[in-house]
């Protein structure tokens, strides 16, 4: 019956970077459910962080960035001999089972996901593998950050509209106004996003950094340094570019 698997040799091309994007799936119920606070949960952002470590540490990217539920990770190699079916069905469970697991496991939810008066849905991620050249790939995680700052930009808006208007009426104030009129939306309501954390309008990255470590070598009895790639988790991302990248060795 092998050869009714007609997508499981579809394999990536040799010499392309690879980036796999994962979502979340009907996470506005799950937010829900959860009760998060909007338009950020700092809980829920550092469970997703958690499964974006979890993730480095079994498949060493080369780098992670995440926002809201999306997920973008750059790959130093091709895993799996480059099978699509393959890299998409393990990325994606690998993701929803530490995500499930981070969950269930975070006492801020304990009491929550314990009330037998409520049922969590099983959660999950869906995967996709995004073939990209070098320079195309710096280009990719900046339209991925615009996107980020464009989430925040209308969260704060919708969520500061929801304090005095339904659902619809915030939704129909917010149709097809520009930037520069949800700013004005959210001025004369004292809020200036320039004033947010910045991990809230670039996102958040966890890739490798050169650090210093001070050691001690007990046979020549002197102190002494040394430098290593850790992965780090960067809350407060530039604005991506083709430096940042080489800078910190991603490409």
């Not at 970077?17 to 119920?29: A, E, L, M, T, W």
């Not at 981070?102 to 991620?125: A, D, G, M, V």
């Not at 004033?195 to 020549?220: A, E, F, M, S």
């Amino acid at each position: 019956m092998k050869e009714y698997e007609i997508f499981s040799n579809l394999k990536v091309p040799c010499g392309s970077k690879i980036v796999i994007r994962i979502d979340g799936r009907n996470f506005s119920q799950l937010s829900h459910d959860l009760k998060l606070e909007k338009p950020y949960d700092l809980e829920f952002v550092k469970i997703m962080i958690n499964t974006c470590h979890e993730f480095f540490k079994e498949f060493s990217p080369s780098l992670i960035y995440t926002f809201s539920d999306e997920i973008n990770i750059l790959l130093n190699e091709i895993p799996f001999r480059g099978r699509l079916e393959k890299m998409d069905s393990i990325f994606a469970s690998f993701v929803s089972g530490t995500f499930t697991s981070n969950i269930i496991n975070n006492e801020e939810f304990s009491e929550i996901i314990e009330n037998p008066k409520i049922y969590l849905k099983p959660i999950s991620f869906d995967s996709r593998v995004i073939l990209l050249n070098p320079e195309e790939t710096v280009t990719y995680f900046k339209n991925r950050q615009n996107e980020a700052w464009i989430n925040c930009l209308n969260g704060y808006a919708y969520w500061t509209l929801r304090r005095e208007y339904s659902k619809d009426e915030a939704v129909q104030i917010l149709y097809k106004k520009k930037s520069n009129q949800i700013h004005e939306i959210l001025f004369e309501q004292d809020i200036n996003i320039a004033d947010t954390p910045l991990w809230q309008r670039r996102g958040i990255g966890i890739y490798r950094k050169k650090i210093v470590i001070h050691g001690y070598n007990p046979i020549t009895n002197e102190n002494v340094i040394s430098k290593r790639w850790k992965p780090i988790t960067d809350w407060e991302l530039p604005v991506f570019n083709e430096e940042f990248f080489h800078l910190n060795q991603i490409l």
